[in-house]
């Protein structure tokens, strides 16, 4: 997070939301039982920020965004987007923010690129003018025009998300939600897409919200990374910081012997050392300042059957891991 002096674009003011889900007690009966998806959620997100906003499976993501974008109203706290209230004052707040969805498109997938660009700057009530300047602008970043007369479902899904992100910036939104945008994309799509989001990010200073699992997106893109878990922020700091913090650390990988798991475990939990199981790969999160890691490394050899090691300085993707499992 850089030392801000302007007023926040975003702003979270321990907000929560419970949702209640009804279970049948009997014929005729039912109780509410309570799930508190976001917690006391307190962040101020500042013009032209680049945030990675990430955490597990059902950990509050997207009920945060939906408080953000208007679409859910909390249950306590305040949450002002460019100084609106978004549940309060959809239309309003529709005009500052974007979101894009990796999975789906905004588009309408009969009508051609060109038709449904035209139909955003009605229903955005684009200047002429505007229009034609953001048009070129996104033609020069991301090469709109080159799909201008395909119908949007001839598209390729590289193709498709590059021009959802392009008519999702028609408006000039202050704020861009993305919801997983490159899931499914080879590696040159992926990566032209995030070097075309860090461009709009500088050029016309979009705040850019990310919610991916895909951890490597995050390491390239974001300046900082908030993490919730089970509605809680559980970090939320700068990258750089995040690396800081654990840059004593380093990560042992390798493919350990099905039949050894247990004793593995168990040797692993004595050193109190953090880990992660993928299959046949073990993720080991070594402290230096706290463990020895060639003492380590010669009695996983010893006392194991182990191959394809690998011994890496941590990166963030690691150390989300680790917070993760803690
Ligand atoms: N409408 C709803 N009614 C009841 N529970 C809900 C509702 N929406 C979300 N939840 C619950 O709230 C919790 C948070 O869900 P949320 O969708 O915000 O998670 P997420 O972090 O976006 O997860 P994912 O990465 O899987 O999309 C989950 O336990 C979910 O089951």
Request: aromatic share 8%; hydrophobic share 40%.
């Given at each position: 997070m850089k030392v801000q002096v302007t007023k926040p674009i975003i702003h979270l003011e321990n907000i929560s939301k419970t949702f209640y889900l009804r279970k049948k007690t009997g014929i005729f009966k039912s109780i509410k039982i309570p799930k508190h998806a976001v917690q006391?959620?307190?962040?101020?997100?500042?013009?032209?920020?680049?945030?990675?906003?990430?955490?597990?499976?059902?950990?509050?993501?997207?009920?945060?965004?939906?408080?953000?974008?208007g679409i859910l109203t909390p249950t306590t706290g305040i949450c002002e987007v460019g100084g609106i209230i978004p549940y309060e004052s959809r239309i309003a707040n529709a005009k500052n923010i974007s979101v894009v969805?990796?999975?789906?498109?905004?588009?309408n997938w009969d009508l051609t690129v060109e038709d449904n660009?035209?139909?955003?700057?009605?229903?955005?009530?684009?200047?002429d003018e505007q229009f034609k300047r953001q048009v070129n602008l996104l033609d020069q970043h991301m090469g709109i025009k080159k799909f201008w007369e395909q119908q949007v479902r001839s598209l390729s899904l590289g193709q498709r998300v590059l021009t959802?992100?392009?008519?999702?910036?028609?408006?000039?939104?202050?704020v861009i939600y993305l919801d997983e945008p490159t899931i499914g994309l080879d590696i040159m799509i992926k990566d032209k897409?995030?070097?075309?989001?860090?461009?709009?990010?500088?050029?016309?200073?979009?705040?850019?919200?990310?919610?991916?699992?895909d951890l490597s997106e995050i390491?390239?893109?974001?300046?900082?990374?908030?993490?919730?878990?089970?509605?809680k922020i559980i970090y939320d700091d700068t990258k750089d910081k995040m690396l800081e913090t654990f840059s004593?650390?380093?990560?042992?990988?390798?493919?350990?012997?099905?039949?050894?798991?247990?004793?593995?475990?168990?040797?692993?939990?004595?050193k109190k050392i953090d880990y992660s199981v993928e299959n046949k790969t073990m993720t080991l999160s070594i402290q230096q300042d706290v463990q020895d890691e060639k003492e380590i490394l010669s009695q996983l050899y010893l006392n194991f059957s182990i191959n394809k090691m690998t011994v890496a300085r941590t990166s963030v993707q690691d150390v989300v891991r680790s917070i993760y499992s803690k």
């Open positions: 006391e959620v307190n962040f101020d997100i500042y013009p032209g920020e680049i945030v990675g906003f990430i955490g597990t499976n059902g950990a509050g993501k997207s009920t945060t965004i939906k408080m953000m974008t969805f990796g999975q789906r498109t905004q588009m660009f035209n139909l955003l700057k009605e229903i955005y009530d684009v200047s959802d992100i392009a008519i999702s910036l028609i408006h000039s939104p202050k897409i995030l070097k075309t989001l860090k461009l709009i990010n500088q050029k016309e200073n979009v705040t850019i919200i990310l919610t991916t699992h390491e390239l893109l974001c300046e900082r990374i908030i993490i919730i878990e089970e509605g004593t650390d380093s990560v042992i990988q390798f493919d350990y012997d099905y039949t050894e798991l247990k004793e593995l475990e168990i040797f692993i939990k004595n």
